[in-house]
């Protein structure tokens, strides 16, 4: 009988969510720090996080990266792409990524996003999506949903005044040097799972050098939404997931 | 003998970045400054550098943030309109404290004012469009040769300081072709750049970086408040004012009129003074070759002694302020503007005659 102890860890904060006071910044029941926490598994697993730099933009998001343990760069409102597109070129051998929320990427971020498909930059692309704008008090975003109440639509998202919301992960797969383009979710455990399984195959793309990827993750704002963590769940199942379908939508080993 | 090859001003602008070992250019298209793109997309992947074509000059700005926070040598280039696009990248850009050179070919304005030269944006460059207050060296080339010479003045000093530094060019500038000597410049040691980003695993002591605009947001070491960096930065713009005016002077010793121009106006008021000093009139030049900081000490010092003070430029006016902080009240400061552009045909240009006769008006 074999009496060596072999110990697993199997709860707690991945090393590279290094223990710093900046998590505390987030909203009870947010979830872009569990998103933040799946990149960080994502890049310990494929052994890749002593290489990687990460881009932030400005916004909610843009917390998690001073609390990850890679060498980050702070980009402009809206500009990672441009950065990641510079930083990938001069060193192809890191791993480049931005971290963006939907209005960093989409609304101010749009021309350097769909800049860096075009061009089919060697590089990943993470954007949480919360329907609003979390920073600044919860305003209207591209992404925010149909009859939505924001603080900048007090009666709800109009088609006449707003339009209607932005499919990022769709208008991504739709470019030829994009590699791979997923939408995912975090409200249960098995959209949890999936959505790692995208982050992981988006960076194995990029370690192939195959083209641009790109994966949207649907993140609660209780706070903005006006509802509680656990009625955040329910609302992404019964509203989000509907108008922003989960799955993979571009996943390609080699762009031809 | 040294070889000289004939070059235009923008291409003068590739030949002197890869003499300082620049290979990395990111940059969209706008007259009249093309040909600097152009020559970089021609001549870097040669030299195993990169070209990138941006989607906007807010692209190239913000390309070449990420591009100096690897701590490579980096340039863009722009013209007026473009100018405007790339402010609060460079704002932050100041902010991050970053090395990186931007050169700036300027047209007429105001908006897309027109395709030809100018010096309408002297403001803009020597004030900064962006937020914050930030200071850039500004350097203001007057032949093909000295773009040549400052751009790798230019890198050296962005690398010296951790800021940005701005090469004011323009329409004439960059299109003229001259002859150039090329020369590698060398202006002595610059400390390591241990700050950049490689990635962790690649950081000698294996800590991570973080390159960050907004220091007051986060603070962190090495300042643990926002004023305790804004108290860095007004040391580190006080040094670079203290110690980087660079200005030429021309027949000033005895002169009772003192001109000041830049860039290729520069040029003309020169022919205008050797026509004045033929005709035994007591006038010499001020060139500024750092805009900021500018040589205020030196304007200072020739208005305690009695000159008058002439600012010729192809502006509406705005150089003429930086002279008339120089003097401080002490001397008269006058002004030939665009208005005094000779116009055989929509473009025009202010000529030596009209300097000369300014000259003689007022002496």
């Known amino acids: ?256 | 003998m040294t070889e000289k090859i004939l070059v235009q001003g923008n291409e003068a602008v590739g030949l002197a970045a890869v003499s300082a070992g620049c290979l990395y250019f990111f940059g969209y298209p706008i007259t009249p400054q093309n040909e600097i793109p152009e020559w970089f997309a021609r001549e870097l992947p040669k030299r195993g550098g990169v070209f990138v074509q941006t989607e906007s000059e807010t692209g190239s700005i913000n390309m070449l943030y990420g591009a100096a926070s690897t701590g490579v040598r980096c340039i863009t280039s722009t013209s007026s309109p473009g100018w405007g696009l790339m402010q609060e990248g460079i704002s932050s850009i100041a902010g991050a404290e970053l090395p990186c050179v931007i050169v700036l070919v300027q047209r007429g304005g105001p908006g897309g004012g027109s395709i030809r030269h100018s010096q309408m944006d002297y403001m803009a460059a020597t004030r900064g469009g962006g937020g914050g207050g930030y200071k850039n060296i500004v350097l203001a080339p007057a032949s093909v040769q000295e773009v040549h010479d400052l751009i790798q003045l230019a890198f050296y000093l962005a690398d010296k300081y951790l800021n940005p530094v701005v090469m004011l060019s323009d329409g004439i500038i960059g299109q003229i072709a001259e002859n150039l000597e090329i020369k590698t410049i060398d202006f002595g040691p610059l400390p390591e750049k241990d700050w950049a980003v490689r990635g962790v695993g690649r950081q000698k002591d294996g800590k991570r970086r973080m390159i960050l605009h907004g220091r007051g947001v986060i603070a962190g070491p090495p300042y643990f408040t926002y004023v305790n960096f804004l108290d860095h930065l007004k040391e580190k713009y006080q040094k670079m004012a203290d110690t980087e005016v660079r200005y030429e002077t021309y027949q000033t010793d005895d002169a009772e009129i003192i001109l000041v121009a830049y860039g290729y106006v520069a040029r003309v008021a020169k022919e205008a003074v050797k026509m004045a000093r033929e005709q035994d009139l007591k006038v010499g030049l001020l060139r500024p070759i750092t805009l900021w900081p500018f040589p205020y000490q030196q304007i200072k010092e020739k208005a305690e002694l009695g000159c008058k003070f002439l600012a010729a430029e192809d502006s509406m006016g705005l150089l003429v302020d930086d002279v008339r902080i120089g003097v401080e009240g002490k001397a008269e400061v006058h002004l030939l503007d665009i208005s005094a552009r000779h116009m055989p045909t929509d473009g025009g240009m202010i000529l030596p005659g009209r300097v000369f006769q300014e000259i003689r008006r007022l002496l």
């Open chain 1, 1 to 256: 009988m074999n009496n060596s102890i072999v110990k697993e860890r199997a709860w707690g904060r991945p090393e590279l969510c290094l223990d710093l006071p900046v998590w505390g910044l987030y909203c009870p029941g947010c979830q872009h720090p569990v998103g933040a926490r799946l990149i960080a598994e994502v890049l310990d697993e494929l052994g890749i996080a002593d290489r990687a730099i990460l881009i932030i933009g400005v916004g909610c998001h843009a917390f998690s990266g001073f609390a990850l343990n890679f060498d980050v760069v702070s980009s402009c409102h809206g500009r990672a792409p441009d950065l990641a597109t510079a930083v990938k070129r001069i060193h192809p051998d890191t791993i480049v990524f931005s971290l963006q929320g939907d209005g960093d990427c989409i609304a101010i971020g749009a021309g350097p996003f769909i800049g860096a498909l075009t061009r089919g930059e060697m590089i990943t692309i993470i954007m949480l999506n919360n329907t609003n704008y979390g920073t600044t008090g919860g305003q209207l975003a591209p992404t925010t949903l149909m009859e939505q109440r924001t603080t900048t639509t007090p009666e709800g998202r109009t088609a006449d005044r707003e339009g209607y919301p932005a499919h990022v992960a769709e208008l991504a797969a739709g470019f030829k040097g994009t590699a791979y383009s997923a939408r995912g979710a975090l409200n249960n455990l098995a959209n949890y799972k999936r959505t790692k399984k995208y982050i992981k195959t988006a960076f194995q793309k990029q370690i192939n050098n195959v083209g641009l990827s790109y994966v949207e993750v649907i993140s609660a704002c209780p706070p903005n939404w006006h509802l509680s963590p656990l009625e955040s769940l329910e609302w992404i199942e019964e509203k989000v997931i509907p108008e922003f379908p989960l799955g993979e939508f571009k996943n390609v080993d080699r762009i031809e």
